[in-house]
């Protein structure tokens, strides 16, 4: 018989396999990714940052926050982006514009590329509305 000690020190150790292997998913080699966005030098809290890799596969996403600091997550429960180029934009998530206006070249005609290396990345997105 397994005292509850035991039980729970089983279980424990399932979920950190499981968190550790992304759930049997197999996952493409990742960077953290993280920066400021600021439009004419102030942040933008509340958008959203999306990588999208160039070879294909599966964007990044962050939200900002009131510094406008972002911190991408890959997968629920896994923090980066794919490595390689990756197209950048910049969008209000729920499709409204809050409070400023996010400029086509940083958002549906992006121009904005980074390429993301394994480790710890840093990109700050600093647009100019004009």
């Known amino acids: ?3 509850p000690r035991g ?3 089983i279980v424990l ?3 950190s396999a499981l968190t550790i292997t992304g759930c049997g998913r197999d996952l493409p ?4 990714v993280q920066g400021t966005v600021t439009l004419d030098g102030k942040p933008v809290p509340g958008a959203a940052v999306g990588f999208y890799p160039l070879s294909g596969g599966r964007q990044a996403l962050a939200i900002v926050d009131q510094d406008g600091k972002y911190e991408l997550t890959f997968v629920y429960g896994v923090k980066g982006a794919q490595t390689g180029s990756n197209e950048v934009t910049v969008f209000w998530p729920d499709g409204t ?4 206006a996010i400029p086509a070249k940083y958002n549906r005609e992006s121009e904005l590329k980074f390429d993301v290396k394994p480790g710890k990345n840093t990109f700050d997105i600093k647009m100019e509305s004009k």
């Open 1 to 3: 018989m397994i005292c």
């Open 13 to 15: 150790a399932s979920a």
């Open 29 to 32: 080699e990742l960077g953290r």
């Open 7 to 9: 039980l729970t020190l």
């Open 97 to 100: 514009t809050p409070t400023a």
